[in-house]
């Protein structure tokens, strides 16, 4: 059996999925954005008339995800140093790796989990960047 986790503090999720699943020891986070809690602003993102990107910060969006990772982490019993391995999606990896590389380094310089950055057209909602990561609990 699984267990259905949602966080109170992390931003709603856009559809119908938890924001993770614990199974045994192993806990899968869905996909993590930068959006903020209680709102559909997004850090460093500035929209247009139409709500498309007319422009955007990836490292101000880096901080805020990393940040709702670590928010559903912790309501889900696990920790930032029990991350084992990270799917980074990227919607410009030609301007926007080395700074989310740089940034990424920055929290992950003393746990190193496994990680995989693909880059992809769009997201779901106008962000530039989303996690998809697994833990461990104790």
């Known amino acids: ?18 924001h993770a699943r614990k199974h ?10 930068p959006r903020e809690k209680g709102s559909k602003t997004i850090p460093g993102v500035t ?3 139409k709500g498309e ?4 910060d990836i490292e101000k969006q880096c901080h805020s995800v990393f940040k709702n990772v670590r ?3 912790e309501a889900s019993g696990s920790s930032w140093a029990q991350l084992i391995d990270v799917t980074v999606f990227l919607t410009n990896m030609k301007d926007d790796f080395k700074t989310y590389n740089r940034v990424y380094a920055e929290y992950f310089k003393d746990n ?3 990680r995989t950055t693909v880059e992809i057209i769009s997201l779901p909602t106008p962000i530039a960047i989303e996690l998809k990561c697994i833990a461990t609990i104790d």
């Open 1 to 18: 059996m699984s267990e259905k986790i949602n966080a109170e503090k992390a931003p709603e999720p856009v559809g119908a999925y938890p």
């Open 24 to 33: 045994g020891n192993l806990l899968f986070l869905s996909g993590v954005g």
């Open 47 to 49: 929209l247009n008339e």
């Open 53 to 56: 990107i007319e422009s955007y």
């Open 71 to 73: 928010l559903v982490l």
């Open 112 to 114: 190193q989990p496994c």
